[in-house]
């Protein structure tokens, strides 16, 4: 190998100061919210203790926030679910022009670009006037679908620009049904690109505050709780707050990547010997 | 003929459209019709009326605030396109080993996936008072006082969006250099290009569709922002997604819808002459 020249390491001093500047504040509020009971929102730290994460149990302490929490989980799955199914469908009717289709295209780059707030005012005001009851699960749900379901449409058009036809032609010409070959070839090749789908759905709903501000009723979603308590917290109780879902949301991408990895080891080994002269 | 039974195109689509008919197109159209209403201070009645555009455009305090979103949305582009455009060229091209190259990127997206809300408030003990920041500048020495300017300004403002939306200027950029042809650089080296050359007449080119893929996502979220203006700055700044999150905090949502439906042109024109220079749908 040649060695390297000088760029490589300024550029790599570049790239270190980044993840620094990326990683930085959150690492801090993390070694923050160990702050002894005496102390404040900045250093330096008065001691070492749990105190703070002790407070976010005690609930009357801090507002619902294990209940915004729950909502806030079974939100994001309902959004997961839906915005994988939806996505697939939808990348496949991509594939071939249908009547309308750039039409839909638009429609989802706008659902994309819209400013947040506009969905929140606008579906707001759509079942203030038809004297519908605004929740989490119904206007809400709808709200964020309109940021999610982009992000899944776009990555399924990722998927299929690099899908090879010639396995579903094989398929074909082997009397599979149209059904059969979706079921049987088109969605085991495509799956862990769906897992990726999966998670866009799962955390932008997770973390979704704008398009969730007009559109959750009366029970706030953790994003929601999580500003309130901006303004009327000042203590560390907060970065305690951060830090956890901070962990929660890594734990997640965490399960999502080794979802990722255990399947392509599943597929390395169930796949075809075929052409490797076994 | 459909022996097969497969689903015609448009039924595929079908649960698509109706979310978008349902949750984009439908709640537009409803803040178009109610920007013409009439507000009292209580509620909002459906008498049609051009009051609200004409406050609109006659008040010298929303050419202020358009001009700071524009503004806000400059400053961050520049600096997202600089830092985004460095970092992504480092990774496809200085980083040698395709794993290095995995494990580095994810290294950058992850943040991508936690909360904005909890990034803001992470920035509160480096940039107060009596924070980080200003506690080294001053056992530096460089200076006496703490600066008042860190926390609650539009530095701190423009901050934090670069500290948002580097991601999604990497993501893009980053995806269009890898599918460079590697050949390209060689074919250029050997025609007695320098590093600097290669960068500006190879690379740079053809990195124009991430680069502007990225700039739709950076001038948009900016644009209709209003939470990190408004806990960034301490309530002391304003764009025009404020001006509208404050309208709908007093209630008057003729007025609101009416600033939301200038903003959504403004947006879709700025993206309308975006697009025009890339093909999503290839780039991906």
């Given at each position: 190998?040649?060695?390297?020249?000088?760029?490589?390491?300024?550029?790599?001093?570049?790239?270190?100061?980044?993840?620094?500047?990326?990683?930085?504040?959150?690492?801090?509020?993390?070694?923050?919210?160990?702050?002894?009971?005496?102390?404040?929102?900045?250093?330096?730290?008065?001691?070492?203790?749990?105190?703070?994460?002790?407070?976010?149990?005690?609930?009357?302490?801090?507002?619902?926030?294990?209940?915004?929490?729950?909502?806030?989980?079974?939100?994001?799955?309902?959004?997961?679910?839906?915005?994988?199914?939806?996505?697939?469908?939808?990348?496949?009717?991509?594939?071939?022009?249908?009547?309308?289709?750039?039409?839909?295209?638009?429609?989802?780059?706008?659902?994309?670009?819209?400013?947040?707030?506009?969905?929140?005012?606008?579906?707001?005001?759509?079942?203030?006037?038809?004297?519908?009851?605004?929740?989490?699960?119904?206007?809400?749900?709808?709200?964020?679908?309109?940021?999610?379901?982009?992000?899944?449409?776009?990555?399924?058009?990722?998927?299929?620009?690099r899908f090879d036809k010639s396995f579903e032609e094989a398929a074909r010409d082997q009397g599979a049904t149209a059904w059969q070959t979706i079921r049987h070839v088109v969605l085991p090749i495509i799956a862990p690109s769906l897992i990726?789908?999966?998670?866009?759905?799962?955390?932008?709903?997770?973390?979704?505050?704008?398009?969730?501000?007009?559109?959750?009723?009366?029970?706030?979603?953790?994003?929601?709780?999580?500003?309130?308590?901006?303004?009327?917290?000042?203590?560390?109780?907060?970065?305690?707050?951060?830090?956890?879902?901070?962990?929660?949301?890594?734990?997640?991408?965490?399960?999502?990547?080794?979802?990722?990895?255990?399947?392509?080891?599943?597929?390395?080994?169930?796949?075809?010997?075929?052409?490797?002269?076994? | 003929?459909?022996?097969?039974?497969?689903?015609?195109?448009?039924?595929?689509?079908?649960?698509?459209?109706?979310?978008?008919?349902?949750?984009?197109?439908?709640?537009?159209?409803?803040?178009?019709?109610?920007?013409?209403?009439?507000?009292?201070?209580?509620?909002?009645?459906?008498?049609?009326?051009?009051?609200?555009?004409?406050?609109?455009?006659?008040?010298?305090?929303?050419?202020?605030?358009?001009?700071?979103?524009?503004?806000?949305?400059?400053?961050?582009?520049?600096?997202?396109?600089?830092?985004?455009?460095?970092?992504?060229?480092?990774?496809?091209?200085?980083?040698?080993?395709?794993?290095?190259?995995?494990?580095?990127?994810?290294?950058?997206?992850?943040?991508?996936?936690?909360?904005?809300?909890?990034?803001?408030?992470?920035?509160?003990?480096?940039?107060?008072?009596?924070?980080?920041?200003?506690?080294?500048?001053?056992?530096?020495?460089?200076?006496?006082?703490?600066?008042?300017?860190?926390?609650?300004?539009?530095?701190?403002?423009?901050?934090?969006?670069?500290?948002?939306?580097?991601?999604?200027?990497?993501?893009?950029?980053?995806?269009?250099?890898?599918?460079?042809?590697?050949?390209?650089?060689?074919?250029?080296?050997?025609?007695?290009?320098?590093?600097?050359?290669?960068?500006?007449?190879?690379?740079?080119?053809?990195?124009?569709?991430?680069?502007?893929?990225?700039?739709?996502f950076v001038v948009t979220l900016v644009m209709g922002d209003f939470i990190t203006v408004r806990f960034m700055s301490g309530s002391q700044s304003a764009n025009v997604g404020r001006l509208i999150s404050n309208d709908i905090a007093l209630?008057?949502?003729?007025?609101?819808?009416?600033?939301?439906?200038?903003?959504?042109?403004?947006?879709?024109?700025?993206?309308?002459?975006?697009?025009?220079?890339?093909?999503?749908?290839?780039?991906?």
């Open positions: 190998m040649e060695p390297r020249p000088l760029s490589f390491y300024l550029l790599a001093a570049f790239f270190v100061l980044f993840v620094l500047f990326l990683y930085g504040p959150t690492l801090t509020i993390g070694i923050l919210s160990f702050q002894g009971p005496e102390g404040g929102l900045t250093f330096p730290m008065r001691g070492v203790s749990l105190h703070w994460f002790r407070d976010l149990f005690q609930e009357q302490a801090v507002g619902d926030i294990w209940g915004a929490f729950r909502r806030s989980l079974v939100l994001g799955l309902m959004v997961m679910v839906t915005t994988v199914v939806v996505s697939v469908m939808a990348g496949l009717a991509f594939r071939k022009r249908f009547a309308g289709s750039a039409v839909l295209f638009y429609l989802a780059i706008t659902s994309l670009v819209i400013p947040s707030i506009l969905v929140s005012l606008g579906v707001g005001l759509i079942f203030d006037q038809l004297g519908l009851p605004v929740h989490w699960a119904g206007a809400g749900f709808g709200a964020q679908l309109t940021w999610t379901l982009p992000f899944g449409l776009l990555i399924m058009f990722a998927v299929f620009n990726g789908v999966a998670l866009f759905g799962f955390t932008l709903s997770y973390d979704e505050f704008a398009r969730t501000l007009l559109t959750s009723g009366s029970h706030n979603t953790l994003p929601l709780e999580i500003f309130g308590m901006t303004t009327n917290v000042t203590t560390p109780v907060i970065y305690a707050l951060g830090t956890l879902t901070t962990l929660f949301s890594l734990l997640i991408i965490g399960v999502f990547l080794a979802g990722v990895a255990i399947m392509g080891r599943m597929r390395a080994r169930a796949g075809s010997d075929a052409g490797k002269g076994v | 003929m459909r022996i097969n039974g497969s689903l015609p195109g448009w039924v595929q689509a079908a649960p698509l459209a109706l979310v978008m008919l349902a949750f984009l197109v439908a709640p537009i159209v409803m803040i178009g019709v109610v920007s013409f209403w009439q507000a009292t201070e209580f509620s909002i009645i459906p008498a049609f009326t051009l009051e609200n555009y004409e406050f609109l455009f006659a008040s010298p305090v929303t050419w202020k605030v358009f001009l700071a979103t524009f503004k806000y949305a400059a400053i961050t582009w520049a600096l997202t396109l600089s830092i985004g455009f460095t970092v992504a060229y480092f990774l496809a091209f200085h980083v040698r080993s395709q794993n290095m190259q995995i494990a580095l990127f994810l290294l950058c997206t992850i943040p991508f996936w936690t909360s904005n809300i909890i990034r803001m408030i992470s920035w509160i003990p480096f940039l107060g008072r009596n924070g980080i920041a200003n506690q080294t500048l001053i056992s530096w020495g460089v200076i006496d006082q703490p600066l008042e300017w860190l926390l609650y300004s539009d530095f701190s403002v423009i901050l934090a969006f670069v500290h948002l939306y580097t991601l999604c200027m990497v993501v893009p950029i980053f995806n269009t250099m890898m599918r460079i042809d590697r050949s390209l650089l060689e074919a250029a080296r050997d025609a007695g290009a320098s590093g600097v050359q290669t960068l500006v007449n190879v690379i740079l080119p053809l990195t124009k569709p991430g680069i502007m893929i990225g700039t739709i209630l008057q949502y003729p007025s609101a819808a009416a600033t939301s439906i200038v903003l959504l042109a403004t947006v879709l024109i700025v993206i309308g002459i975006l697009l025009r220079f890339v093909n999503i749908r290839k780039e991906l």
